[in-house]
């Protein structure tokens, strides 16, 4: 589909992990949110898959009222804000004889799920596009969203899709060790453009990247971040927001490039280091484009 949260207590990370999955968000602004009011923490991921394949392979825009709830904030600037503009959406979704979605990867922080898809049919793209979409939710049902999408393209100069690779979560236990990690890889080597501690990080050569036009291994990255962002200057790559789940860490960046995009970068940690990277670097139009005015961070 094409954010705001507090730190939950020791004992509901207990809790969470216990029935299988460990809930957390946090923000490099704002504090993270509990998810406290959530009847079944466990069923979130589930949910949002749900709301996606009713949207889209289903083509039923009455699930949203099942599904979601007022006040509903939008982020996605393609999409008008509240319900009403949720549903003119899924409507326009459901005039598409080849409306589809297939789920990779869904990842639960507290009161946010994170979906990694392939979406088919959408108006305005030529082809399927690659997306991220985040969800909040508040006594079961979706409050508010934020997505951004990348045409589907061929394999990278190493072979890898936008969407191949591992999809299970594991470690639960290392969720904030390795959001922690990731945060620092961010702040270090893409936002203060520190190369030579791009080490600390990334296990050498050993990282594979899913980026449509970079191929694996250390030195692509650096090359990649290097042609956005030049040392000296205002922070270019400035991150926004973290969703974690286990092994894997997605950092929602805003791009401050021409034209600027919200960049969502989805990476797995494996033994203590960053092992594999998968993005979608989705344009912002110009404001006087939005159709709401929540911003898509």
Do not use: C
Request: hydrophobic share 40%.
């Amino acid at each position: 589909m094409p954010r705001a949260a507090r730190i939950p207590s020791q004992l509901w990370l207990v809790f969470a992990t216990l029935i299988g999955g460990t809930f957390l968000l946090s923000d490099l602004a704002p504090k993270p949110s509990k998810a406290a009011n959530h009847p079944d923490v466990a069923d979130l991921g589930a949910t949002a898959r749900q709301a996606m394949i009713e949207i889209f392979r289903n083509r039923n825009p009455t699930a949203i009222d099942r599904l979601f709830s007022e006040p509903f904030v939008q982020h996605d600037p393609n999409i008008a804000d509240g319900l009403s503009g949720l549903k003119a959406f899924a409507a326009e979704v459901a005039s598409s004889p080849t409306a589809n979605v297939t789920i990779y990867r869904t990842l639960v922080d507290g009161d946010i799920v994170m979906l990694h898809s392939k979406y088919e049919g959408l108006r305005g793209f030529a082809g399927p596009v690659i997306a991220f979409d985040l969800f909040r939710f508040k006594d079961g049902k979706i409050v508010e969203h934020w997505g951004g999408q990348d045409p589907e393209v061929g394999p990278n100069p190493s072979g890898h899709t936008q969407v191949d690779g591992p999809t299970a979560v594991l470690d639960r236990d290392r969720t904030e060790a390795n959001r922690a990690l990731v945060r620092a890889f961010k702040q270090a080597v893409t936002v203060e453009l520190r190369f030579d501690r791009v080490d600390e990080f990334i296990d050498g050569d050993h990282y594979t990247q899913h980026a449509s036009k970079v191929g694996d291994g250390v030195a692509r990255m650096k090359s990649r971040v290097s042609e956005v962002a030049k040392p000296g200057g205002a922070p270019v790559l400035v991150p926004r927001r973290y969703v974690a789940e286990g092994n894997f860490v997605l950092a929602l960046v805003e791009a401050r490039t021409e034209p600027p995009t919200a960049n969502y970068d989805l990476f797995r940690v494996q033994n203590g280091k960053i092992a594999e990277h998968w993005d979608v670097l989705s344009p912002i139009p110009p404001r006087n484009q939005w159709k709401n005015a929540n911003g898509p961070f």
